[in-house]
């Protein structure tokens, strides 16, 4: 098994909210789209007044930040996560609404009755799960007839990649779980779910101070083996390929959106 995929490593990333703090940051001071990975997600949402929400591996929360007049408009919105210290996270950052529950859940085992919800969302987090089919039954299984579930995801040909293949005279291969991306995700849906589509954001990193990078690096001590050679190597060899004190680093993500019949 991966280390990305591994159920040990992934508690220990997400124990608390520092390693993904650091992943976000880099995204918010670099990113190339100004309109930023989470409003663009969250443009492609289509939640009405009165639905039902379910929000699997919610993290920090952080991307709800600045969509009240969204989540308002829900009669209930769960916000869940496998890890009490990413949940504690997220009660902080959105706080208490009459409407909010935060729960506990594991995807594969998802603690509500047939077709509970009207929505469900899963973003950039299914690649954990280390049984597919059953967390997406289980999705299918809670989602009410006619309702949408969105799930954003990595491609394959993105940061890692990039990295990965800069570092590779020190044997570092890109070694993540490709186990639910943009290239593979349509086909991992379409069992389960119809008018399964893929919608790509278009954006790249602008990385002006290398040792931002460098610490993004390690924040995947766990799940990667980039961290395996040293900051100092790292941080040199980067910074050759810097143009005019830029380094351009490409980015693959997006998302998909998925209906139940």
């Known amino acids: 098994m991966s280390t990305i995929n591994n159920q040990k490593n992934v508690k220990k990333q997400?124990?608390?909210?520092?390693?993904?703090?650091?992943?976000?940051?880099?995204?918010?001071?670099?990113?190339?789209?100004?309109?930023?990975?989470g409003n663009w997600i969250f443009s492609n949402y289509k939640i009405t007044e009165g639905m039902k929400v379910l929000e699997l591996g919610c993290g920090t929360g952080?991307?709800?930040?600045?969509?009240?007049?969204?989540m308002s408009k829900c009669s209930k919105i769960i916000l869940s996560?496998?890890?009490?210290?990413?949940?504690?996270?997220a009660k902080t950052n959105?706080?208490?609404n009459a409407n909010v529950e935060y729960q506990i859940i594991d995807i594969q085992d998802i603690p509500?009755?047939?077709e509970s919800f009207d929505v469900v969302i899963a973003n950039m987090m299914l690649y954990h799960v280390p049984d597919m089919k059953r967390g997406l039954s289980?999705?299918?299984?809670?989602?009410?007839?006619?309702?949408?579930?969105?799930?954003?995801?990595?491609?394959?040909?993105?940061?890692i990649e990039y990295l990965s293949k800069t570092l590779s005279a020190y044997g570092v291969e890109d070694n993540v779980n490709k186990n639910f991306t943009l290239q593979n995700g349509k086909e991992l849906l379409a069992p389960f779910f119809s008018n399964?589509?893929?919608?790509?954001?278009?954006?790249?990193?602008a990385v002006t101070d290398i040792?931002?990078?460098?610490?993004?690096?390690?924040?995947?001590?766990?799940?990667?083996t980039l961290s395996a050679v040293p900051k100092k190597e790292i941080h040199a060899l980067l910074t050759k390929q810097m143009v005019d004190g830029v380094l351009s680093v490409p980015k693959e993500y997006g998302m998909f959106c998925c209906r139940k019949d």
């Open 211 to 224: 040792d931002d990078l460098v610490e993004y690096i390690y924040s995947l001590s766990s799940m990667t």
């Open 196 to 205: 399964v589509q893929r919608l790509n954001y278009e954006d790249s990193l």
């Open 14 to 37: 997400y124990a608390n909210a520092s390693n993904l703090n650091t992943r976000i940051s880099i995204h918010q001071k670099y990113s190339t789209n100004k309109m930023g990975f």
């Open 94 to 96: 959105i706080g208490s």
């Open 81 to 89: 996560d496998f890890s009490e210290g990413m949940l504690e996270n």
């Open 112 to 114: 509500f009755e047939d």
């Open 138 to 159: 289980e999705v299918r299984r809670v989602l009410k007839t006619g309702g949408a579930f969105y799930c954003a995801t990595f491609g394959e040909h993105g940061i």
């Open 62 to 70: 952080d991307m709800w930040k600045g969509h009240v007049d969204l």
